[in-house]
């Protein structure tokens, strides 16, 4: 009913900048709170940053001042513009959507993952 598709990964030099996107799609539903989380190897998953549909936002320490998360209700699009990247930075960064749909009231939805790495 509802899928999540992230973009914008890649490589990019210590100190640089990357912007990641997700894109929900599908049919009657409605996106609530939204958020990253990344992988890195080895490791288990940790969350990055959330937005509510009414724009408040949370960060983890490690990215506070560096990443800005934000969304576009009108286009189902949240984003993550990281700055000032770091080599630990590097993982595999998850697009997470809570959804309401007709059968659901509230739905964990996940994007497949898209990695970014930071050379150092």
């Known amino acids: 009913q509802v899928q999540l598709v992230e973009s914008g990964g890649g490589l990019v030099q210590t100190g640089g900048s990357l912007r990641l996107s997700c894109a929900a799609s599908?049919?009657?539903?409605?996106?609530?709170?939204m958020g990253w989380y990344r992988q890195a190897p080895g490791q288990q998953r940790d969350f990055v940053a959330a937005i509510s549909r009414g724009g408040r936002t949370n960060y983890a320490d490690s990215v506070k001042g560096r990443f800005t998360i934000s969304r576009d209700n009108a286009n189902n699009t949240m984003y993550l513009e990281m700055d000032s990247l770091k080599p630990e930075d590097t993982a595999v960064y998850y697009c997470?959507?809570?959804?309401?749909?007709?059968?659901?009231?509230?739905?964990?939805?996940w994007g497949k993952g898209i990695l970014v790495t930071v050379s150092s």
């Open positions: 997470n959507a809570e959804v309401r749909t007709s059968r659901y009231s509230g739905m964990d939805s």
């Open positions: 599908g049919s009657s539903f409605v996106v609530n709170d």
